[in-house]
């Protein structure tokens, strides 16, 4: 299994342009959630999606943050207009979310994100 | 909301001996699962152990274990026989197993140091 993929794994822009991450999770899983990681506030959840349906996204910060599952292998992080502060380590996971409810998040290797 | 602390930013210790990492977690819940991640410097984040509340037993892996106290809130990492391959941040996590949520809650992280 090629575990999951994220792209690209390096983005810099400038302020104010439009940044598309995205994400292809395990295949068979059916759970993904973004994660942002930065030295100040650490690692945090920014949404999660069940079966393609987002189920909790009370972690994205601000309207400036939109994130869509069109369909079970794919999903992408969109920010618009990008800003400095949003500079991080962007991570996306997924989980079988099999009955027993302890299944591991398996995560990709992250997309480092500089906004200029 | 949940909240996990981990006290100790940064720990070192001597190739083949043991350390532990300390981690505390606040939570109204019963019934819970904690995580312990590690993130070497390529940034990919790996499960290195798990727990859940209901056991009592402490769980091991190999040269990493835990010291669960349910009643004190705390859960430890304890890494015998450090290898050099150790070094990292180990992440401390927390994940209710009410309500179906499946978010995890990190702590802040500690950054680990094997010297030869």
């Known amino acids: 299994d090629a575990g999951v993929i994220q792209s690209p794994r390096h983005e810099v822009t400038e302020m104010g342009q439009e940044v598309t991450l995205r994400c292809k999770p395990i295949s068979g899983h059916n759970s993904l959630f973004w994660y942002r990681q930065t030295m100040m506030r650490g690692l945090e959840l920014l949404i999660y999606f069940n079966n393609n349906v987002p189920i909790d996204d009370s972690g994205m910060p601000e309207d400036r943050f939109s994130a869509k599952m069109p369909n079970a292998s794919f999903s992408t992080l969109k920010i618009q207009p990008s800003e400095p502060r949003d500079s991080a380590v962007y991570f996306c996971a997924s989980s079988p979310r099999t009955s027993g409810s302890r299944d591991e998040q398996f995560f990709g290797p992250g997309t480092r994100l500089t906004v200029l | 909301a949940q909240t996990v602390t981990q006290s100790q930013p940064e720990m070192s210790v001597q190739e083949a001996e043991t350390v532990t990492l300390s981690c505390t977690y606040d939570t109204s819940e019963s019934d819970y699962y904690l995580f312990w991640y590690k993130q070497p410097p390529s940034r990919q984040m790996i499960l290195v152990i798990r727990?859940?509340?209901?056991?009592?037993q402490n769980a091991t892996e190999n040269r990493f274990s835990v010291n669960f106290q349910k009643a004190a809130k705390s859960f430890s990492l304890k890494i015998s026989d450090s290898q050099l391959g150790d070094a990292a941040m180990y992440f401390c996590a927390y994940r209710g197993a009410q309500g179906g949520s499946e978010k995890l809650v990190f702590g802040k992280g500690t950054k680990l140091t094997v010297n030869p």
């Open positions: 727990q859940e509340a209901y056991k009592q």
